[in-house]
């Protein structure tokens, strides 16, 4: 008798023991969501049924898009996707930049729907109600903050009168990282792109002056969005209010500036306008197209 009861409080003990190591887990875990929200594509998380929506939401856009197609978009392939985020930065005046703001929050919307329900696939049979480091998502929101536009820039290099190289520019951020007065809490990350630099031709003007030098930046472009939900564990427990800026939808896109240098005075053309900014020196104007390069292209 006294051995049976050694055994059941030796049990008891142990069971206590797992479900504090549990709890202890569950708190101290990283974020496994976010972790699963980034390491896919945004489309990757859209149904057949979030596409008629924004079909029937962004008719002209999505007319623009398809032209040539003689069947409805159904899917939203890795190339059409590129061709939006290409059409919210060079047809900004359309509704581009907003569907790629709603591509962002459906895709958020529905990975944790989707991580839900494979968490609860994975719970275990036993003592325990659930696996100890399940986790469910709650309370989920997310608004845009800086709809998709052009973030910061980075300096690639510049090429003189009948030059030209094919370069690949990468351009980051980190968390802390500031855009428009919103300070990102999301992970470090960084996205590159090839392009080719070409001097300017003999003629080519910036404004009066005649163009001595082009200079490649590699610009970021992507929504900034305030998400937030919370963290529970498989049996219920709360766990953890996660709240934070992101990127939403980032890629990077090469642009090439015509610059005219008389002395220390610099001027330089739009990316893609004919208007012109001078600056007392050539770091002047290179810092100003870092810091807001959708006021230059």
């Given at each position: 008798m006294k051995r049976s009861i050694c055994l059941f409080i030796a049990l008891c003990i142990v069971f206590v023991t797992t479900c504090t190591m549990v709890t202890c887990s569950a708190n101290n875990s990283a974020d496994p969501f976010w972790d699963y929200f980034n390491s896919q594509s945004a489309i990757s998380f859209l149904s057949e049924n979030d596409v008629l929506v924004l079909r029937t939401k962004y008719p002209v856009e999505f007319t623009y898009i398809t032209v040539g197609n003689t069947s409805p978009i159904t899917t939203i392939t890795e190339d059409l996707y590129q061709q939006i985020s290409l059409a919210a930065i060079e047809l900004p005046d359309l509704q581009f930049p907003a569907l790629m703001d709603d591509i962002?929050?459906?895709?958020?919307?529905?990975?944790?729907?989707?991580?839900?329900?494979?968490?609860?696939?994975?719970?275990?049979?036993?003592?325990?109600?659930?696996?100890?480091?399940?986790?469910?998502?709650?309370?989920?929101?997310?608004?845009?903050l800086v709809s998709y536009s052009a973030l910061k820039a980075e300096m690639d290099m510049e090429a003189t009168t009948g030059t030209s190289t094919t370069r690949e520019v990468e351009v980051g951020y980190e968390t802390g990282d500031t855009f428009f007065g919103y300070s990102i809490g999301s992970v470090s990350a960084s996205y590159s792109t090839s392009y080719t630099l070409y001097g300017p031709e003999n003629g080519d003007m910036v404004g009066t002056r005649y163009a001595t030098h082009r200079v490649g930046f590699g610009v970021l472009y992507g929504s900034i969005q305030h998400v937030s939900y919370d963290l529970y564990s498989g049996s219920g427990q709360f766990i953890t209010h996660q709240e934070m800026i992101a990127i939403g939808t980032p890629r990077t896109l090469a642009h090439t500036f015509l610059f005219s240098i008389t002395g220390t005075t610099c001027y330089f053309r739009h990316a893609t306008t004919d208007e012109v900014e001078d600056f007392d020196t050539y770091p002047d104007a290179v810092d100003a197209i870092c810091d807001t390069p959708a006021n230059y292209i």
């Open positions: 962002f929050a459906m895709a958020f919307d529905n990975a944790a729907e989707i991580f839900n329900r494979e968490q609860r696939a994975q719970t275990s049979s036993g003592l325990l109600r659930g696996r100890p480091d399940q986790v469910e998502i709650r309370n989920r929101e997310v608004e845009t």
